[in-house]
């Protein structure tokens, strides 16, 4: 499952360390026992243990270099970042900042600039803010796939009467 989210530079760096770890294991396991049947010897064994432990420690550096995608490392391991947009909401209309976004994590900033209490849903998900007083705001993070939503107020009555708008995501 790792190497499906790796690129294809990240697959050979990793493969490369791999293949001589693998490498010198098997070399010092059955070629060089045939050759020096006392390998690695009273003075070689200091030798291959040192051999041993740097592979040992390049394989676990390529692994944590190689292993994680640039932007993992920037956001340090976590989720990416949400992409944003600016809702108001005042009676009878909802207006978001663009009607297309893509797909993915988007954080829908919610500005109540109406007179009475209102609140954002998307239609087909149990996603929906508080109730948001006159001149407050609010933040409903959600993951959407591509498709075309409804986003509208689930006050009663409030939808009815026009707190409605879509969002397609490509």
């Known amino acids: ?73 920037k956001a340090g391991g976590a989720r990416a970042a949400a992409k944003t947009i600016a809702v108001q909401e005042k009676e009878w209309k909802v207006i978001p900042a663009t009607s297309t976004v893509a797909h993915g994590a988007i954080a829908f900033a919610v500005k109540n600039v109406g007179k009475i209490q209102h609140d ?9 803010t508080a109730l948001i007083s006159p001149g407050q705001s609010a933040t409903l993070t959600v993951t959407l796939k591509p498709g075309t939503y409804t986003l509208y107020c689930s006050v009663p009555g409030h939808r009815q009467l026009g707190m409605v708008a879509k969002l397609t995501v490509t």
């Open 120 to 128: 954002l849903a998307i239609q087909g998900s149990s996603s929906k």
């Open 1 to 73: 499952m790792l190497l499906a989210g790796l690129t294809t530079g990240h697959k050979v760096g990793l493969g490369v360390v791999g293949l001589v770890f693998i490498a010198f294991a098997l070399t010092s396991s059955f070629l060089a026992p045939r050759k020096r049947s006392d390998f690695p010897g009273k003075n070689g064994l200091s030798v291959f243990a040192l051999a041993s432990v740097v592979l040992f420690v390049s394989m676990l550096t390529a692994v944590i270099v190689f292993g994680v995608e640039k932007s993992e490392a």
